[in-house]
């Protein structure tokens, strides 16, 4: 199973942005996909969530300006990234619990880096 993350650049202060993590590979089904992020002198932070059913958790940093969701039939999760703030830079790392070997194994996508000028 591979993760293909997609979707950083560089934007303007205010400007949007979507990432996008597809899942590859022997994929029988998905249970947690998510994005974290981890910026220079700061501690990672997740920033979405969603679960299999739907429920959705985010951070409150990004409340009301990200949004996140899942296609499941193209094993993808996307996060579309509003009104973007020069805090928002750091380097998003989408993640997946993948069922395989009879248990959730949780996998990594390689990084995509986003930067927001002021």
């Known amino acids: 199973v591979q993760l293909q993350a997609s979707g950083g650049g560089l934007v303007e202060s205010g400007g949007s942005l979507r990432l996008s993590c597809a899942a590859s590979?022997?994929?029988?089904?998905?249970?947690?996909m998510g994005w974290y992020r981890q910026a220079p002198g700061k501690q990672d932070e997740l920033v979405a969530a969603i679960s299999d059913a739907g429920a959705i958790t985010y951070a409150e940093s990004v409340k009301g300006r990200f949004t996140l969701s899942r296609d499941n039939a193209k094993n993808t999760v996307y996060l579309q990234m509003n009104s973007l703030k020069p805090e928002d830079t750091a380097v998003y790392y989408c993640?997946?619990?993948?069922?395989?070997?009879?248990?959730?194994?949780?996998?990594w996508g390689q990084g995509t880096l986003v930067t927001v000028s002021s």
């Open positions: 590979g022997s994929v029988s089904g998905i249970y947690f």
């Open positions: 993640n997946m619990d993948v069922w395989r070997f009879g248990t959730w194994v949780p996998y």
